[in-house]
């Protein structure tokens, strides 16, 4: 079966800490991938996607995530987290546009 | 240029009641989706329209959901009579493309 997990529901790190945010999927072949993040009051925003090549991506507001074939794994990472980067963040991996599969979500607080 | 907007934020009516909650895409999107998110759970996918017709309504709950997108432009989901279990944040996407999806910030429906 085609699922998604984002093992932590909630995240706490300091302001100027590194982050990794973890997504790890099921899925009958290698799907398209991605990062959304919502942040209060806001809709969802692309972070970043991977559809072929390189496998280390880069994305907005200085994320990247790795797409590791091996693992069945595209964890989000940034190395020094501001305080505006609190908000929630939705891995989602699909084929097809409408067959697209979130993650329950992970739920970043900052620390200052 | 205004994103996805949606209407209302909140909706908190009674069982058995009829709400409806309206999507305004993007100007020039022909792409447009609905999805839910019940409580704490992951983004699910409801359907979508390309300009006027439904693409693929796969993942409406049931019949009384019910989805038009009047002249392509904005959308509406009707649900009638509400039940309990869907309450949930609904989301409104559109794009030009399948992929790069520009979501709006929810309604959250509750049903009491």
């Known amino acids: 079966a085609q699922s998604v997990t984002q093992p932590d529901i909630h995240i706490t790190v300091s302001e100027g800490a590194s982050l990794e945010l973890r997504c790890n999927y099921s899925y009958g072949a290698t799907p398209y991938l991605f990062w959304y993040v919502q942040s209060p009051g806001q809709g969802l925003q692309l972070l970043l996607k991977?559809?072929?090549?390189?496998?280390l991506v880069q994305g907005i507001k200085g994320f990247e995530a790795e797409f590791k074939r091996s693992q069945s794994s595209f964890n989000l990472r940034k190395p020094s987290v501001h305080w505006s980067d609190a908000a929630e963040y939705f891995c989602?991996?699909?084929?097809?546009?409408?067959?697209?599969?979130f993650g329950a979500g992970t739920r970043l607080t900052v620390k200052p | 240029e205004a994103g996805v907007t949606q209407f209302p934020s909140h909706s908190v009516i009674e069982k058995g009641q009829t709400v409806t909650l309206r999507c305004d895409p993007i100007s020039g999107h022909d792409n447009l989706y609905w999805y839910r998110r019940v409580m704490g759970k992951e983004i699910k996918f409801l359907l979508h329209f390309v300009k006027e017709s439904k693409q693929d309504e796969s993942g409406m709950p049931n019949n009384r959901f019910l989805a038009e997108r009047t002249g392509g432009t904005y959308s509406t989901l009707k649900v009638q009579p509400a039940e309990l279990e869907d309450s949930g944040v609904y989301f409104c996407a559109s794009s030009v493309r399948g992929w790069e999806q520009f979501f709006g910030p929810g309604t959250r429906l509750t049903v009491l």
């Open positions: 989602a991996v699909g084929a097809r546009v409408n067959d697209m599969r």
């Open positions: 991977y559809f072929s090549g390189d496998t």
